[in-house]
């Protein structure tokens, strides 16, 4: 190869390379937006999406000006120690990214499971304001309504205590809007104790069991969830077939609850 097409060469890679910064940049961008939307919409802001608009501004900022880091990183190169800092952060970085691709299959295949025909609903409550439901509650509600209308001969167990911003159970919304809405009033069991998806679970089964229904089970709640809703449910020494049934999640909340699930899902296999 002679000089003129080593140049060539080295200028298209420039070229593309220039594309892809500004692409990345571009995307780091968005994300920060999406991440921050939750809290702008709704006033929600948790460690998730604070995390969420960090690494994204990050990403954002390190490809709009990764010249600058790159005479950073020959400065770290200059001696031994932060050398061995600058790879080993290097390295944490990919292998974070690497977790959450891993984590992020996990939950998609989870969220794939199919339900038994007729396996009985455990419908996860979610927050309640005042004595209507919140959005995400509304879809969970309306999923398990599809499913309960798609399966005549199952049960639903709703399940949810009191939250501090409503004046009913969780469990009785999802009773009062599935009721209004058609289904059976003598299909859904109310489970009012449970503060987390451990004990939804553990309380909702134990009403199944005793209702003499089908024991296996159709987990109504958000995609993201239903990794984790599994996990726990195998942990608790459910064994039989569990399925899932997916909420229309509201696209502004999805970034920053499945971020949620990459940091609760090793949290419940561990501590739970």
Same mark, same amino acid.
């Given at each position: 190869?002679?000089?003129?097409?080593?140049?060539?060469?080295?200028?298209?890679?420039?070229?593309?390379?220039?594309?892809?910064?500004?692409?990345?940049?571009?995307?780091?961008?968005?994300? =920060?937006?999406?991440?921050? $939307?939750?809290?702008?919409?709704? @006033?929600?802001?948790?460690?998730?999406?604070?995390?969420?608009?960090?690494? #994204?501004? $990050?990403?954002?900022?390190?490809?709009? =000006?990764?010249?600058?880091?790159?005479?950073?990183?020959?400065?770290?190169?200059?001696?031994?120690?932060?050398?061995?800092?600058?790879?080993?952060?290097?390295?944490?970085?990919?292998? =974070?990214? &690497?977790?959450? $691709?891993?984590?992020?299959?996990?939950?998609? *295949?989870? /969220?794939?499971?199919?339900? #038994?025909?007729? !396996?009985?609903?455990? *419908?996860?409550?979610?927050?309640? *304001?005042?004595?209507?439901?919140?959005?995400? &509650?509304?879809?969970?509600?309306?999923?398990?309504?599809? %499913?309960?209308?798609?399966?005549?001969?199952?049960?639903?167990?709703?399940?949810?205590?009191?939250?501090?911003?409503?004046?009913?159970?969780?469990?009785?919304?999802?009773?009062?809007?599935?009721?209004? #809405? @058609?289904?059976?009033?003598?299909?859904?069991?109310?489970?009012?104790?449970?503060? +987390?998806?451990?004990?939804?679970?553990? %309380?909702?089964?134990?009403?199944?069991?005793?209702?003499?229904? #089908?024991?296996?089970?159709?987990?109504?709640?958000?995609?993201?969830?239903? /990794?984790?809703?599994?996990?726990?449910?195998?942990? &608790?020494?459910?064994?039989?077939?569990? @399925? !899932?049934? +997916?909420?229309?999640?509201?696209? *502004?909340? $999805?970034?920053?609850?499945?971020?949620?699930?990459? =940091? @609760? &899902?090793? %949290?419940?296999?561990?501590?739970?």
């Amino acid at each position: 190869m002679n000089q003129e097409q080593l140049v060539k060469n080295n200028s298209k890679y420039s070229v593309g390379f220039n594309i892809f910064r500004t692409i990345m940049a571009v995307l780091g961008c968005g994300m =920060f937006v999406w991440f921050l $939307l939750p809290f702008i919409t709704f @006033g929600i802001l948790n460690p998730y999406n604070l995390f969420g608009m960090t690494v #994204s501004i $990050l990403v954002a900022v390190y490809f709009a =000006f990764k010249p600058v880091f790159k005479k950073i990183r020959d400065k770290f190169y200059q001696k031994a120690f932060s050398k061995i800092l600058w790879k080993l952060g290097r390295f944490l970085i990919y292998a =974070f990214f &690497l977790y959450g $691709l891993v984590i992020s299959t996990v939950m998609i *295949i989870c /969220a794939s499971i199919a339900p #038994s025909q007729n !396996a009985s609903a455990i *419908i996860l409550g979610a927050q309640v *304001i005042g004595d209507r439901p919140s959005i995400m &509650l509304n879809d969970r509600i309306t999923a398990g309504k599809n %499913y309960l209308d798609e399966n005549p001969d199952a049960i639903c167990v709703a399940t949810g205590g009191l939250g501090n911003s409503a004046n009913i159970t969780e469990a009785q919304c999802m009773y009062n809007v599935l009721t209004e #809405s @058609g289904i059976d009033k003598n299909r859904i069991f109310l489970e009012e104790s449970a503060t +987390n998806t451990q004990e939804n679970l553990m %309380y909702s089964y134990d009403i199944i069991k005793k209702q003499g229904a #089908s024991t296996d089970i159709a987990i109504v709640s958000d995609g993201f969830h239903q /990794a984790r809703a599994l996990l726990i449910a195998r942990k &608790l020494g459910i064994d039989s077939k569990i @399925g !899932a049934v +997916n909420a229309n999640t509201n696209l *502004i909340f $999805l970034p920053t609850f499945w971020v949620r699930e990459w =940091f @609760g &899902l090793p %949290y419940d296999a561990l501590f739970r």
